[in-house]
């Protein structure tokens, strides 16, 4: 007995699956907080490689384990100190905004 046969599949779309979640206060508040995370990883990783860096040299640079950048990358958590490391081994300048 097939139990699929009969089973319509719905396709949604991602955005639209995303919005419906949002207007749970619980889901919106962890989505935005781990948003936040993730635009900090990107941001290290795409000035990392502007910068022509290995996470190996960026650490280096930074004195920090090349494990830190990685769980960086990755979307962990650290801390202004260690950012700012990062972002003077870089070139740049660290700045935090509360939009």
């Not at 699929?4 to 619980?26: A, C, M, S």
């Not at 958590?77 to 660290?94: I, Q, R, V, W, Y």
Request: aromatic share 8%; charged share 30%; hydrophobic share 40%.
């Amino acid at each position: 007995m097939n139990i699929w046969r009969n089973t319509q599949l719905t396709t949604i779309k991602f955005d639209d699956y995303l919005k419906e979640q949002l207007k749970d206060p619980e889901f919106k508040k962890g989505f935005e907080a781990e948003s936040a995370k993730l635009e900090s990883a990107v941001a290290l990783m795409k000035a990392r490689e502007a910068a022509g860096l290995t996470q190996q040299e960026l650490a280096a640079k930074a004195s920090v384990p090349q494990s830190t950048v990685a769980r960086i990358e990755r979307g962990d958590n650290t801390s202004f100190d260690t950012l700012s490391k990062l972002a003077f081994a870089l070139g740049k300048k660290l700045e935090v905004n509360f939009n």
